[in-house]
């Protein structure tokens, strides 16, 4: 069946109100009416099958027949903090780590990062990445949308972090410890942070600021990775590691 993400102010009851694009999607594109089944998610893992009781342009009106079991989300939270790299690559990072498991991403406004927003173009362009992480959740069936936040700076995004969290640092000088190495010796936390650069990677001041909160520098292989290929490389290894994938 189709597959809708609907506010979950929009559901009460046994009743759930679609509005937006998907609105026209349905009735002129899946053709869709009174009587025809759906699948309604909330973006926090609740999903349901629906039926359509009721259609306006503005809004489809759904009842919701019962709960459908959800596929399992990743026990393990997984949080990429990626560096504002150029072009629509950021795109591209959200989508793969969507698909792949990320259970949220924050963007950072690093030392090298090419491309800078302000206040109203950060919020359209962080509008933009929620849509593209909804349309991700939706295409490979996830219960949940990953959460993208605001484009942050450094210090913020140390604030933000629980003590008790694992950061990690992908640094192409690091020479000694892989982030496989590291693995191996951590017991799987609650949540772990991956820190990934823009292209050109972070440059040495902030990963010595990273490094005074104890979070150790990673290497990712004997190949240098572009940006948007390190992040969900880096997800892809931490989840198969601790059992999530694969």
Not at 89 to 105: F, S
Not at 109 to 118: C, G, I, K, Q, T
Not at 166 to 178: F, N, R
Request: proline share 6%; charged share 25%.
């Amino acid at each position: 069946m189709a597959r809708f993400f609907v506010d979950p102010q929009h559901i009460k009851g046994d009743t759930a109100i679609i509005t937006g694009p998907d609105v026209k999607h349905i009735s002129k594109v899946l053709r869709m009416g009174n009587g025809d089944r759906l699948t309604i998610l909330d973006g926090r893992g609740l999903v349901f099958t629906a039926e359509i009781t009721g259609m306006t342009k503005d809004e489809v009106t759904c009842h919701l027949l019962g709960p459908e079991v959800a596929p399992a989300e990743p026990n393990l939270k997984v949080t990429l903090v990626q560096g504002l790299p150029k072009g629509d690559k950021m795109e591209t990072i959200i989508q793969k780590c969507t698909e792949l498991g990320i259970y949220q991403i924050i963007p950072l406004a690093a030392a090298r990062s090419v491309v800078r927003l302000d206040g109203k173009k950060a919020a359209e362009r962080q509008e933009r990445w929620q849509r593209v992480a909804m349309e991700a959740a939706k295409q490979c069936r996830r219960p949940v949308i990953p959460r993208v936040q605001k484009l942050c700076q450094l210090t913020e995004v140390i604030s933000m972090i629980p003590t008790n969290a694992l950061g990690v640092i992908a640094w192409e000088d690091e020479k000694q410890q892989s982030l496989r190495q590291l693995l191996q010796g951590v017991t799987m936390p609650e949540e772990i942070y991956i820190f990934i650069g823009p292209e050109g990677g972070f440059d040495r001041e902030e990963v010595a600021r990273l490094s005074q909160r104890g979070w150790p520098n990673v290497t990712l292989g004997p190949r240098i990775l572009r940006t948007e290929t390190a992040g969900p490389t880096a997800l892809t290894m931490v989840l198969y590691h601790y059992g999530e994938l694969g």
